[in-house]
């Protein structure tokens, strides 16, 4: 009697050691320390300090009344720079922020972990992608908007200006004012930004610059009542491409 006592014993701490056993065994494996960071960019739109309003009235840079319906422009190919040497660079990415939208954010892609101190930016497209065909693109290079549909062999409106600009000088601006159109185009008009900025990440983490674009300083100098319409690389658009490199500034 007093054997099969051990026995039964000896039995049953062998099933659970061996249940013990499979349960380490089935154990997921734990996983492995994240080596890469996050990069992305985020941006938003504004008129000196405030957050810039489709909806609101502001004023051109000789004083005239406008009141926008449409902001957008390409960037792309970002670069992560430190001490003067290019860290990263994304090539083919681009994005394409939109004032309707208001803040937004873009996700760029993995990175080694560390600081930076500079981001250049495409401002526009390199000729390549400027003149590729659009029905065969992603989002944001397939928006049927921001190309020269009706003349392709200039490619995509590399930044887009649109509204209305008061004509009587009483500060109010309604459907009876002329139209601003403004779409600053062809390979010229691409530009480059190098936007400087403090910022590290570690593995694990997000390296998230905020790119403020400043619609104050974008129209710095334009008189829209002026010169109402700007296509292609015309004076306005050369100015306000330029415009455009001086609006940008990381927060």
């Not at 902001?71 to 670069?79: A, I, S």
Request: net charge negative.
């Amino acid at each position: 009697m007093k054997n099969s006592k051990i026995i039964a014993l000896l039995a049953a701490t062998a099933v659970a050691f061996a249940a013990c056993k499979k349960d380490e065994e089935d154990a997921p494996a734990p996983s492995p320390a994240p080596t890469t960071a996050t990069f992305k960019i985020e941006y938003g739109f504004h008129w000196d300090v405030d957050d810039f309003d489709l909806t609101q009235t502001y004023a051109d840079g000789a004083g005239h009344a406008i009141q926008f319906s449409a902001v957008k422009f390409y960037f792309g190919e970002p670069h992560l720079m430190r001490n003067g040497a290019e860290v990263v660079h994304f090539h083919e990415d681009y994005f394409l922020p939109d004032a309707s939208v208001g803040e937004g954010e873009f996700i760029v892609g993995d990175i080694t972990p560390g600081s930076f101190d500079t981001l250049e930016l495409a401002i526009g497209l390199d000729s390549e992608t400027n003149h590729a065909d659009p029905t065969l693109a992603a989002y944001p290079l397939n928006d049927p908007g921001m190309h020269w549909s009706w003349n392709p062999a200039a490619g995509y409106k590399f930044l887009l200006l649109e509204g209305r600009v008061d004509d009587d000088g009483d500060g109010t601006v309604d459907a009876s004012d002329p139209t601003f159109t403004y779409h600053c185009a062809t390979d010229a008009a691409l530009r480059e930004a190098q936007l400087g900025f403090t910022g590290s990440v570690a593995a694990g983490g997000t390296l998230a610059p905020h790119m403020e674009i400043r619609m104050n300083l974008l129209v710095a100098g334009v008189d829209m009542l002026a010169t109402q319409m700007g296509m292609g690389y015309e004076p306005i658009n050369v100015q306000l491409m330029d415009n455009l490199v001086s609006s940008l500034e990381i927060q």
